[in-house]
């Protein structure tokens, strides 16, 4: 439990106000920590544990659904198959993650400068998003010769709404007094921005990081999957395809579970960031006291 404690000996000058506490933020239990930990891990080993009884009372082929040890073997044995693969699509999707974080925060600022120019591009951003990526990528691959530059850009347009649509609602968000002791005191349209519209975007560009990481994965994958790509090249998509068509099911499994890890991964890692931004100051991050 929080407590609001005296902060020492001080001038008489900072007696009663803020200065003179200093407010102690809550902790969590150590038993807490742990069961966050172990509830999840246990659930995972329950669900292995009866999946590997169900393929092995039943007598399930492997083609049709392998054990949890034909899947660890098969990750095992294909692992120099499958880690290049998923380099492939790993650079894809940080790649486009990345040029999705410049342009989307740089567009954001150029539209909430001014409402003509809001109004002139924002429609447009709209049409790019609710467009399905399927339609876009054989326009794209007769346009582009490049495969994994149609790959990047598929990725990239995906990614690239959450980043803008986030940032501008950050951006507008300002408190109006806020706004107004600003223009009292004479600041400069970017001192403005800089000093005040920026912090108070933090919270909503941090929500938009964790939504385009995972989709800046999802379309890579299905990006591949529309453009058909094969070959030594090629990213984890082609190598679930590949399984499946000579019904290595193991194999299958195995690279599914390398995309389902690297989900968690860029999950956590944009997680951590945006914890790491807001847990001093933003509600959004700080433990309720009661």
């Given amino acids: 439990m929080s407590a609001v404690q005296q902060a020492g000996p001080g001038t008489s000058d900072e007696a009663g106000t803020d200065s003179a506490v200093a407010i102690v933020a809550p902790r969590t239990s150590s038993t807490e920590k742990v069961m966050r930990i172990v509830v999840p891990v246990t659930m995972l080993l329950l669900a292995i544990v009866a999946w590997h009884?169900?393929?092995v009372l039943n007598n399930i082929p492997k083609y049709i659904l392998p054990t949890p040890a034909d899947v660890v073997l098969s990750l095992w044995n294909d692992w120099p198959t499958l880690l290049p693969a998923l380099m492939v699509t790993l650079r894809i999707t940080v790649t486009a993650l990345t040029l999705a974080l410049i342009g989307g925060v740089a567009m954001a600022i150029l539209l909430v400068q001014s409402k003509w120019i809001e109004l002139a591009l924002f429609p447009?951003?709209?049409?790019l998003q609710v467009t399905?990526?399927?339609?876009?990528?054989?326009l794209l691959l007769i346009y582009v010769h490049d495969t994994q530059s149609v790959l990047l850009i598929i990725a990239f347009l995906v990614a690239f709404f959450p980043i803008l649509s986030n940032m501008v609602a950050g951006l507008k968000s300002v408190d109006h007094n806020l706004l107004n002791l600003y223009d009292l005191y004479g600041a400069s349209r970017w001192q403005t921005l800089i000093y005040l519209k920026l912090p108070a975007a933090l919270p909503y560009f941090m929500a938009g990081l964790r939504i385009a990481g995972g989709l800046a994965l999802?379309?890579?994958?299905?990006?591949?999957f529309a453009a058909g790509t094969a070959g030594q090249g090629s990213g984890l998509a082609f190598r679930l395809l590949e399984a499946q068509y000579r019904l290595n099911i193991p194999r299958l499994f195995a690279a599914l579970i390398l995309l389902t890890s690297t989900g968690i991964a860029i999950?956590?890692?944009?997680s951590f960031i945006a914890w790491f931004s807001l847990h001093r100051w933003h509600e959004s991050a700080i433990r309720r006291e009661n």
Wanted: no cysteine; charged share 5%.
């Fill in 132 to 138: 399905p990526v399927i339609a876009i990528a054989p």
């Fill in 218 to 224: 999802i379309a890579a994958v299905v990006a591949e």
């Fill in 53 to 55: 009884f169900t393929v």
């Fill in 124 to 127: 447009y951003a709209v049409i």
């Fill in 267 to 270: 999950f956590g890692i944009t």
